[in-house]
C-alpha cells in the first residue's frame, strides 16, 4: 500500500509484499498490516505501514464516502490489457492519522488500474488528470501513448448521479517539466493551464496541483504524469529498493 503525505509533514511508503500477505474477498483487501474494506457503501482504509530509508510509521484511518460509483470500466490499451475505472470521481475523504497525528477532510476520488502484464511492457507514458467543476461536476482525461507510438484520449464528465458522458478532447497544453526533467502535459480550454505546485517529483512519475481552465470554467486539478521508459531504465530499477523495500512474507 503506497500512502504519501505533503506539506509539513512529510511521509513517504510502499513496502512490497509476495502473495502470503495478501488475503481478499468481495469487501475486503488486506496488503499486510493495512486494508481496505467496504461498509454500507464507505470504504475505510487501516494504515500500518513504515517509511523507506527512514523507517517512520504512518498510521491511521482514511474514509472515503462517495457521492455516486460510476460502475465503468474502461481498457487502456488495443489489446485490452489494462483496465481503468473511475469508480468515484467525487467523495468525501476523511483522514484520521495518528502517526503522524493529522486531520484532514476534503473533496477526494477514488479509482483502481488493473492489467494482465507490466504496464512498461504495454505503455510509454500517461498523462492523467482529474478536476472538479460547479454543479457537482467532474472532468477527467487520460492521454496514453502505447509502446508502438499510438494515442489513446479518454475525456470524460460525470455528474452527480454517477452518469458518464464523453468530451471532445481539449487542446494539448505542455507544462514545465519536473526538476527530474520529466515531460509533461495537460488538455485545457484556449486560456490554458499552470503548475500550481509540484506534490512528488521522480525520476519516472510526477504528481502535481494544477490551475486549469475546463468546459468554460476554472478549477484546480490534481495531475499525474508517468514515464515508462525512464521507469524500465535499469538506473532507476536499481534505485528502486532504496525506496520501495521488498518485504520477506
Not at 19 to 24: F, I, Y
Not at 144 to 166: F, I, P, S, Y
Not at 213 to 237: I, Y
Amino acid at each position: 500500500m503506497n500512502v504519501s503525505l505533503y506539506g509539513r509533514t512529510r511521509r513517504w511508503a510502499m513496502t512490497e509484499r509476495g502473495p502470503g500477505s495478501l488475503q481478499r474477498d468481495a469487501q475486503h483487501l488486506a496488503i499486510g498490516p493495512s486494508s481496505l474494506r467496504w461498509h454500507d457503501g464507505v470504504l475505510d482504509i487501516e494504515i500500518r505501514e513504515r517509511c523507506c530509508p527512514l523507517p517512520r510509521g504512518v498510521r491511521g484511518r482514511v474514509r472515503i464516502r462517495p457521492q455516486a460509483l460510476t460502475g465503468q470500466r474502461i481498457p487502456l490499451d488495443a489489446a485490452g490489457l489494462h483496465r481503468w475505472s473511475p469508480m468515484a470521481p467525487r467523495a468525501t475523504v476523511e483522514v484520521a492519522l495518528d502517526q503522524p497525528e493529522l486531520r484532514w477532510t476534503g473533496d477526494g476520488y477514488l479509482d483502481s488500474n488493473d492489467g494482465d502484464g507490466p504496464l512498461e511492457a504495454s505503455f510509454r507514458r500517461w498523462d492523467w488528470c482529474r478536476a472538479p467543476l460547479s454543479q457537482d461536476r467532474t472532468a477527467i482525461l487520460y492521454d496514453v501513448t502505447d509502446r508502438r507510438g499510438d494515442a489513446r484520449e479518454v475525456a470524460l464528465q460525470v455528474d452527480r448521479a454517477g452518469r458518464t458522458t464523453a468530451l471532445e478532447a481539449a487542446a494539448k497544453v505542455r507544462l514545465p517539466r519536473t526538476r527530474w526533467r520529466l515531460p509533461r502535459h495537460t488538455r485545457a480550454d484556449a486560456t490554458g493551464a499552470h503548475v500550481v505546485r509540484t506534490l512528488q517529483d521522480s525520476p519516472f512519475y510526477a504528481r502535481s496541483v494544477l490551475h486549469t481552465n475546463l468546459l468554460g470554467e476554472p478549477a484546480e486539478a490534481m495531475h499525474e504524469s508517468l514515464d515508462l521508459d525512464r521507469f524500465a531504465a535499469p538506473l532507476t530499477q536499481a534505485m528502486l529498493p532504496f525506496r520501495i523495500p521488498r518485504a520477506l512474507s
